[in-house]
């Protein structure tokens, strides 16, 4: 950690530590990551970054593009501020500006699943068709498709059985058919037979009847003509019904025959109209191929577009008579056929229907495949190109709303990146201090003491550091006090000067310093049955260091020391005290020593006697004798056996008075120069312990920097594991916490939960804010902190009443109320699977760490895994290796410690117990030998 006097100085630290992070590791990408905690800080060390890659040339001001309403630096890093799912960007993302260019902004994607419905986005980055995309499902989404699924599975499935029956009934009945053929084929005979029959007769009535009117001569003989013409009309007409006969059984006879030829002809039709719309469809294609080949223009980019619309239109009716020929097809076809055909269809929506019921009824990603794609939207767009080597078009209007410089990010945004180096700017939590793979680096801001300050410091030193050379020798004095300063940069507390008769002369490292020593040595006499006093030159310094004498003794005799709070003071049986006015026997200036305290008074022995002195008349009436002041001293008139005074303050006349003691007496001065480094030093140690509580206290989903500095995190430092693994095993441990309580518990429990850590987290708060409003120095400041605690008061009050109404036992799950309560603590777990799914998936890189480390360095548990001895060797290492990475996943993502086991003891319930036997399982599979594990 290095500390900085101004935020200017620290902006530039950093920018100078990026720069050499950048020239070591040769890109930008994955060289340093710098954090910071708020907005503001952010702007000042990016622009200090900015100046310094100008300076050393990594960027050029000149090489620039204005794009929307802002101006960008070629090369320069940027970060997005929110995800959008359209341009295929995330919240922190970071990227490098490449320019700006003519370009597709928005695609029209058809996603395909076993559904035999598109799902429809607009994606920011092409891809291809065939290739699979996680497409969000919603509880709801799941829900409508699980109920279609079914109900069309239901149909098709209605629909089959039909057809089925139908086929049978045409199987049954193919004798039948066949009978009735042949009887109908028997009864054309026979009328064909009659019809010639008839015709024959016919014939033969029409030629009498021609011989009659031939001979006929008499009118007699015409009634026998006309009685033959009325039998040949009669014969006719015989042979007229017997026609009409023949041509009706030779019409049922040949009507399958009419029937199916009709059919067979729309379906030619249908495929002739396909073909045309094909070939129109192939052709629109090829235009489209050679416009995006030779587009370089916005213009020439609305032409591609115009000509995506007419594409798209030639395979709307391309589908539409792709549909129609489908149908016709269906309409010829036989019985077998159709059943066939059904049963395709069931179980294509069978394989809908469980894809729908396996998809999670909370939602999350699907795995969908592209259909098709088509360009939507044709801008200008900034170029990016990404960490990951990808590149992104940005539109105007995300680039001027959520790009922001790249080169800083806030310590939450950071959480999950990572670099070789790692530069924290005023942020001494874990996370902020651990995202460097190589090396971290903290710089803060701490403002150094003012000048007047110092200066008014070694202005009370002036007078006793000159009575002291004066006592000890000039020369003496100077070589002394530089060996002292030297002992005391070291590390040293206090350092002796010199000893002439009673009198030594001390230095110590700083007022604090000077302070513990004289407090410890009338500490220290007191427990030996002697007296030491403590004199300074002022009652309030008197004060502390009475306070401080007694925290030594408490420390020193433990339990036999037993403070009691009165007036404000601490007291203890045996510490002297001093009378200022005639009290109860006690006389003016007197010393007296305390033989018992109570909760209300104290008691002093005079002559033998006990005098007790109420806490009423404490303030006014005694002080306490372990320190004293300096003029107090001067009129003290009981022995002591030992003085020890603060030098800071003294005049020559209270010198001359310390030069006169007959007892052995300590004179404490301090450097303050040294005192300055260890006020620095104590400032920055504070700042460090400052995120180190924060993190530590907070919630245990936090790791503090306390975490990386003990024993065990050095331990782990030396073995090669990134210390990264514990936060992340601490999200698993949480999300599967969470996961098992939605499982196992009821819904209104859950809630009752849920309500109760948010109210713990608030009191913590309000502890802090209620720290903040005392230390603030201006009223407005105040103000502003009693504002934030009323606001913390007013949430915990709201939660209270709401934890009161879901205990009441009384209130049903379906009150209004009750059940909004029960909604949003469904919807706050519902994330709880994305969060273990995430968490694990990020373990997994730690365990590729672990599985290497074992192949060099194998634990004790690995000679556990066994492997089918009859494999060869290669086959058997690789065995080996696969069951390596199965123990190590798994114990990485649960923290497993025991040596003696590969997976450690089964939990208990929920996920992990669900893990353990997973991973249980796997291993046999792998083993080839199953009765070597334990279950």
Partial sequence: MTAFNTPEEAAAAVATKYFDAVQAHGSLVGAALVTAKSNTEINLLDKAIITKLVEQGQLDLNASVDFGRRNYLIGQRLVSRKVDWSLDILNGQLGTVEGVEVAVSKWDVALSCPSPYFTKRTFGAETAVGETVATNFNPKQVKKERRNAAAYLAKQEELLRG????QHDAETGAAARAERADARAAKMQAAKASLSEKQKVAGQAKRRAAELRASTSAPRQWEAVRRAEDELTRRENAVARAKAQVSTITSMAARPARTAAPLKAKVLAEKAGLTTKQKALAKAEDRLGKLKASASSYGEWQAVLRAEDDLADKRIAVATFEAKLRSAQRAAMGPDAKVAALEETVAKVRAWSEWAESIDPKGGPVEMKVAAIAAKQVDEMLKLRMDDGSTRFIHAEFADAYLASGYVVTTQRGQGGDATNGISYNDSGYVANSRGEDENEMITVLTERPPEEMAAQRETLIAPTIWAAGILGRDTMVAARQAAVEKLEEGKNIVRLGTVENLSVSLAASSSATAKY??????????????????TRNREQANDLNLATIDQLVQRGGKTVRPVLLDSRLWVRGMPVIVRANLHGLERGLTYYVSAVSKTSIFVEIDGKNVEVPETALHKHIDQGFAITVGRAEVLEDPVDRCVVIGSGLNTDDLAWVGQQAVPTDLLLYDCDVAAKRIRAADVRAH??????????????????????????????LKGEELGIASLQTEVHLAATNLNAVRYLEPRVVAVRDIEAQMIELRKIEDEQVDNSKER????DREDAVAGLEGTRIKLASLQERLGLLTNTT?????????????ESTARHAVDEQRLAEASRQLKRYTEVRVSLALKNPKPYHDLIEIDPELDAAEAQEKRLEALVIVEEFRAKFAISDMDTLLGPAPAFGVELEEWAAAHRALSVVSGIAETMEF
């Fill in 688 to 717: 460090v312990m400052k995120g180190m509580a924060r993190d530590t206290l907070v919630s245990n989903g936090k790791r503090s920097v306390t975490y990386v500095l003990d024993k065990k995190g050095k331990e782990r430092i």
């Fill in 777 to 780: 120095e201006t009223e407005e």
């Fill in 518 to 535: 004289a407090a410890g040595e009338a500490a220290q006499a007191h427990l030996l049955g002697e007296r030491a006093v403590i004199v």
């Fill in 163 to 166: 057809a089925r029956l139908r």
């Fill in 811 to 823: 209130i049903p799950n379906d009150d209004p109320a009750v059940a909004a309560e029960l909604a």
